[in-house]
């Protein structure tokens, strides 16, 4: 758990941030994010799935993902399916890592 007043503190940085850049990962490692996007299997997993290449499931035509929250959503979703493990704020890098990569999301 964060002390509340770190909470706050992210939270008024994420605000001031929201509407000049619109991240809406603000504190997102993204390093760590593509680092978990192969370690954890994503990519090879989603590579096997589609045939095609690790973004292709992002920007097919059909995909589940319009806004960051179903981003969240489908994050969580791979992440407790397949019993994938990832602390909250790795599935938080992974997740800014993928919108920054693909779907370029703003909210
Ligand atoms: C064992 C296989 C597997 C692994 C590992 C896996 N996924 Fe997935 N993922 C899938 C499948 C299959 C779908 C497509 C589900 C659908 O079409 O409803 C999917 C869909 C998604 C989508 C939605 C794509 C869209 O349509 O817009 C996101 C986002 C996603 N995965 C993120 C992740 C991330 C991040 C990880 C790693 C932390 C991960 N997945 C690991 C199998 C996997």
Not at 55 to 72: M, Q, S
Request: proline content about 5%; some cysteine; aromatic content about 10%.
């Amino acid at each position: 758990m964060r002390p509340p007043l770190t909470v706050a503190a992210g939270l008024l940085a994420g605000l001031a941030t929201f509407g000049t850049s619109a991240n809406p990962f603000p504190d997102a490692d993204l390093a760590n994010g593509r680092k978990i996007h192969v370690e954890s299997k994503c990519a090879a997993c989603h590579e096997e799935k589609t045939g095609r290449d690790a973004g292709f499931i992002y920007l097919r035509d059909d995909r589940k993902v319009r806004t960051i929250f179903d981003l969240k959503r489908y994050m969580s979703l791979c992440n407790s399916e397949l019993r994938l493990g990832l602390f909250p704020e790795d599935e938080r890098d992974v997740a800014a890592f993928v919108n920054q990569q693909w779907y370029k999301l703003k909210e």
